[in-house]
């Protein structure tokens, strides 16, 4: 059941979830989505009152990434009140009903005794960046300013207990606040760290580190990718990024959205092209006309398996920006089509992935140099 909430908090979550409905200037009509991929994943995942179910586990879990990137897919295709729902579930199941104020849980589901409740309550970074991100763009593309006040608070909180100061570095992203530190050992996860969402952050919170944390995601990409290839997870330990000590240097899952990240980066991003070059290892392979590894040894550069369609979908982005047109519409002829994807069980992290990757080739949207979102239409 959702957490219980302060019926102020309830009250003005209710305001801003109205906002859309009563035609305050500038706010954008409520549209029929455009998206049919979109669509799928809303009829399979999505429950009607705005939770992304993931129902590969028996728990049924949802979780702060799924409920961040649902938020962020209703802003690109331009539905605010879908938008309102995934907020509003997100907001009082994950964050006691202000997230203003409080860090959304990352797991919730149904525990051992059949109880709907939050199952681990330490955040997840990777998602409250999404959902600051979804919240402030909104309301500039919206003109919503009371999301505008969540997104900020998240920010403050983001910066008082993700953010890390590292002795010979500065700034870097705590995968969460509890549990990463250890030994004179940071973990620390480089698919957790957009560069558009961090200089987006930098134009709204000009005295924030989001600028130096830039430069610092490419240094980790550069100093743990040895081969060209980024490993799910990386640790600084006595001034410089060595292999995790809990996962080793194996990339698959999480590392397949560095590629994703790098391959929508603005152009015009001072760092675009050396991300691109820390991240050259699939590049290589691909154009050789092999298909990208599953799992890389990134000490060694080699690899073993193939990954899924979301895998491969997640690579589109990476290909189209290297200019490898030819490539990104081969490997996207071997994806199945929407109704193809009805017909299969639905897999939550799998669907998310071919959203970025095929909506991103769709043109739905694009970030500018400065993070802004600029949707298609």
């Known amino acids: 059941m959702p957490h219980p909430a302060d019926p102020s908090r309830r009250r003005l979550l209710q305001t801003v979830a109205a906002l859309p409905l009563l035609g305050l200037a500038g706010a954008a009509p409520a549209a029929a989505p455009r998206w049919p991929a979109w669509q799928l994943l809303q009829a399979s995942s999505l429950s009607e009152d705005g939770r992304m179910i993931d129902r590969s586990h028996d728990d049924q879990r949802s979780t702060s990434e799924g409920q961040s990137y649902a938020l962020f897919f209703a802003l690109v295709d331009n539905d605010p009140a879908l938008f309102d729902r995934v907020l509003a579930w997100t907001q009082d199941n994950l964050a006691g009903g202000d997230m203003a104020a409080r860090l959304p849980a990352w797991l919730w589901g149904r525990d051992g005794k059949g109880a709907w409740r939050v199952l681990d ?45 590292l002795d010979g570095l500065g700034p870097m992203l705590l995968p969460g606040p ?23 952050f930098a134009a709204v919170d000009r005295q924030g580190p989001w600028q130096v944390l830039a430069s610092n995601t490419v240094a980790l990409l550069q100093q743990c990718s040895p081969h060209g290839f980024v490993p799910d997870w990386a640790a600084w330990r006595k001034g410089g990024f060595v292999v995790d000590p809990v996962q080793g240097p194996v990339g698959s899952y999480d590392a397949i959205r560095c590629y994703a990240w790098a391959g929508m980066t603005a152009p015009r991003d001072p760092l675009f092209r050396p991300q691109l070059q820390a991240l050259s290892g699939p590049l290589k392979r691909l154009r050789s006309g092999a298909a990208m590894w599953e799992k890389v040894d990134t000490r060694s550069g080699e690899g073993q398996g193939e990954g899924n369609d979301g895998f ?15 490539q990104a519409q081969a490997l996207l002829a071997t994806l199945p089509s929407v109704e193809q994807q009805r017909a299969a069980k639905p897999v939550y992290y799998t669907q998310m992935l071919t959203l970025f990757g095929r909506g991103w080739m769709e043109g739905r949207w694009r970030f500018a140099a400065d993070g802004r979102l600029q949707p298609r239409g």
């Open 178 to 200: 509890q549990g990463f530190i250890e030994n004179e050992t940071t973990r620390v996860n480089p698919s957790y760290l957009p560069l558009p969402l961090l200089r987006r």
């Open 312 to 326: 491969r979908a997640a690579l589109l982005p990476y290909l189209q920006a290297q200019g490898e047109s030819q």
């Open 121 to 165: 309550d330490n955040p997840a970074s990777d998602s409250d960046l999404w959902l600051a991100y979804a919240l402030l763009e909104a309301a500039r593309l919206w003109r919503r300013p009371a999301l505008q006040v969540i997104g900020q608070g998240m920010l403050a909180q983001i910066r008082a207990r993700e953010i890390i100061e």
